[in-house]
């Protein structure tokens, strides 16, 4: 269905939004509670929403961590029913303490269709994008 792709790009480009100009509520809403989230700079996967939550929390008032920019690229969204698969390539400058950096990343966001038609991220994972360091 067309409203169900255009529906879940919008959700998807709302998170990416809200990440991308430091709204965190904003952002941490557009996941479901029980959320799991795989990133390549984390020991461990996370099984929740409150979890992520929490370690953004430490980012910030340890190393002074924040978005500055976010860019989304490449972008596939694949239909499952009640499930869809976002997958693209994302740049993002960041800053901490020590500076400002740009990171070239994959990501894939899975959401899933709730009862009441809303799309929620159910499941996030990040990986360094090779293509962006070959050369």
Same mark, same amino acid.
């Given at each position: 269905?067309?409203?169900d792709?255009?529906?879940?790009l919008?959700?998807?480009?709302? %998170?990416?939004?809200? /990440? ?6 904003? *952002? /941490? !809403?557009? +996941? !479901? !509670?029980?959320?799991? /989230? $795989? +990133? ?10 409150e979890? *992520?939550?929490?370690? =953004?929390?430490? =980012?910030?008032? @340890?190393?002074?961590?924040?978005v500055?920019?976010?860019?989304s ?9 009640? #499930?869809?698969? /976002?997958?693209?390539? $994302? &740049? &993002? ?16 966001? $899975? +959401?899933?269709?709730?009862g009441?038609g #809303? =799309? %929620?991220?159910?499941? @996030?994972? %990040?990986?360094?994008?090779?293509? !962006?360091?070959?050369?």
């Amino acid at each position: 269905m067309n409203n169900d792709h255009d529906t879940v790009l919008a959700a998807a480009d709302a %998170l990416i939004a809200a /990440f991308a100009e430091g709204r965190t509520d904003d *952002y /941490f !809403a557009a +996941f !479901a !509670a029980d959320a799991s /989230f $795989v +990133f390549h700079t984390t020991d461990r996967r996370l099984d929740s929403t409150e979890e *992520y939550r929490g370690l =953004w929390h430490r =980012w910030s008032e @340890e190393d002074g961590f924040r978005v500055l920019a976010c860019d989304s690229k490449g972008r596939r969204l694949q239909l499952l029913g009640d #499930t869809a698969v /976002f997958t693209h390539s $994302v &740049t &993002t400058r960041v800053a901490t303490r020590a500076g400002e950096e740009t990171l070239h990343e994959r990501e894939t966001i $899975v +959401f899933h269709r709730t009862g009441d038609g #809303t =799309w %929620l991220a159910v499941h @996030e994972h %990040l990986s360094p994008d090779p293509a !962006a360091t070959a050369g």
